[in-house]
């Protein structure tokens, strides 16, 4: 049974918390997310490339199950074939399209381990999409709709075949974006509750000098040389092939 409930703030306050409980399969889970963006943030699947679009629909289904089956659900929720590759399913956000946290790249001559790393920050608005383009723009905000980051969700996922995780996010509700382990993460994923113990990702600057878990606590990361395992395939390879072909 799924559960909604605000955890924190309220309508006389500049924050609402709403704390999703989902269970079930990735792709109810999936379909619960979008029927959730649908009916607070009037998220619908949007027009995109479709020789993309197929490209990482591919890469899902071969490298990342759970999220595939998910996009499945987003599917079923709005009535649409998931086939179709000129809808995106994913992004679900309650944001304007293109819209992001800043990040920073740390390039690997300037790492203490020769390592590259990009670290997201997440950027706290005060203001509503509208008036933060008025205000880049010159002008003066106008206090058109909500602030964007007024809305934040905690969002605890429960699969039937995957380990259950607890995210925080402002407006991305496609919950668990990392996939199982031995799988390549999917960017733009935020610190999560992993099997009931906190994990740093790249989104947490910490994570940069810090080991995670309790063995390992406040000790820096010493450089060494790691062997270098072959990643799967990427959908801009495939693309990259197709085009080529």
Known sequence: MNEISVVA????DF???????LRGSQEQIGRALAEEARANAGWRPTETDPLINRAR???????????HARLNGVAAAFGVNPDDD?????DISGLPAGSACSAAWCPPPHATDGRGRIARNYDFFTLSAPDLMATLGGGQPMG????????PYVITTIPDDGLASAVLTMSDLEGDRRPAVGQRPAPGAG?????????????DPVAQRVRSGPAHHERPLLPRRR??????PLPGDLLWRRRMT
């Open 9 to 12: 703030g309220g309508h006389r």
């Open 15 to 21: 924050m609402t918390v709403r704390h999703m409980v």
């Open 57 to 67: 629909w591919t890469w899902f289904e071969r490298n990342w199950p759970q999220h």
């Open 86 to 90: 000129t809808l995106r399913l994913d």
């Open 144 to 151: 058109i709709g909500l602030p964007m980051a007024s809305r």
């Open 191 to 203: 610190r999560r509750v992993h099997a009931g113990r906190p994990r740093r990702t790249l989104a």
């Open 227 to 232: 062997p270098v395992r072959q990643r799967p």
